[in-house]
């Protein structure tokens, strides 16, 4: 798998850019034949460690939702492009995100190195599927920027990187060999076979349905 990245947001303007902006780099993103677009961001949610934390999220712009129906009705030549969203940190359901929660998009939550979600994990009912990250005994080990990890013997890693945002890229690193396999697939088959294949966590407590959903 190959990489294309986008940088959304500045280290000195939050604010970031326009909505317009946005759904052009989506758009975009789309026409280059990209098969996944990953988005480790989203709307800031509430305080994880407090429950019925009240917080308000901002409806989903249609600049953005006209872009994400646009990468799944254009991209790879028709067959779609793949949009997977971190789910997000709040510990709290995910239907007020209308970005990760779109219908057409792989909404990601986060599963610790015991076996159970990690404790900020947003959840509900339009999350599709989880992915590892921290929360447990470890985190995850990749490379830090400019020299800042927390490896003893390397300061280019660290072992403790966590959230949705890096369960996310593992499932869009995972739909990315989905399609290395089979370029074929459409995107709608992609996510039935990301939510067909998952392994449950937590069967004592996931509270499982009829259809396998937690």
Same mark, same amino acid.
């Given at each position: 798998?190959?990489?294309?990245? !986008?940088?959304?947001l500045?280290?000195?303007?939050v604010?970031?850019?326009?909505?317009?902006?946005m759904?052009?780099?989506?758009a975009?993103f789309?026409?280059?034949?990209s098969?996944?677009?990953?988005?480790?961001?989203?709307?800031a *949610?509430?305080? &994880?460690? /407090?429950?019925?934390?009240?917080?308000?999220?901002?409806?989903?712009?249609?600049? /953005?939702?006209?872009?994400? $129906?646009?990468?799944?009705?254009?991209g790879?030549?028709?067959?779609?492009?793949l949009?997977?969203?971190?789910?997000?940190?709040?510990?709290? &359901?995910? !239907? &007020?995100?209308?970005?990760?929660?779109?219908?057409?998009?792989?909404?990601?939550?986060?599963v $610790?190195d015991? *076996?159970?979600k990690?404790?900020?994990?947003? #959840?509900?009912?339009?999350?599709?599927?989880?992915?590892? !990250?921290?929360?447990g005994?470890?985190? /995850?080990?990749?490379?830090a920027?400019? *020299?800042?990890?927390?490896? &003893? $013997?390397?300061d280019? #890693?660290?072992?403790?990187?966590?959230?949705?945002s890096s369960?996310?890229?593992?499932?869009?690193?995972?739909?990315?060999?989905?399609?290395?396999?089979?370029?074929?697939?459409t995107?709608?088959?992609v996510r039935?076979?990301?939510?067909?294949?998952?392994?449950? /966590?937590?069967q004592?407590?996931?509270?499982?349905?009829?259809?396998?959903? !937690?």
């Open positions: 798998c190959t990489l294309r990245c !986008s940088q959304a500045s280290e000195t303007d604010s970031g850019i326009t909505d317009a902006d759904g052009r780099r989506f975009a789309a026409d280059l034949g098969a996944v677009i990953n988005n480790s961001w989203g709307p *949610g509430g305080d &994880p460690y /407090i429950w019925d934390d009240d917080y308000t999220i901002p409806p989903l712009p249609s600049l /953005i939702s006209d872009a994400f $129906d646009y990468c799944e009705s254009s790879r030549g028709g067959k779609g492009t949009i997977v969203f971190a789910a997000g940190n709040g510990n709290q &359901p995910l !239907s &007020p995100n209308e970005y990760a929660a779109y219908v057409t998009n792989v909404a990601v939550g986060a $610790d015991q *076996g159970l990690s404790i900020y994990s947003t #959840y509900g009912l339009q999350l599709d599927i989880s992915a590892p !990250s921290n929360g005994m470890n985190g /995850i080990v990749t490379t920027a400019r *020299g800042n990890g927390d490896m &003893p $013997d390397d280019n #890693y660290t072992r403790s990187f966590g959230g949705t369960a996310s890229p593992f499932v869009s690193g995972v739909i990315g060999l989905i399609l290395a396999a089979n370029p074929e697939l995107a709608a088959e039935d076979i990301l939510k067909r294949s998952a392994r449950r /966590i937590d004592l407590n996931g509270q499982y349905d009829e259809e396998g959903h !937690s």
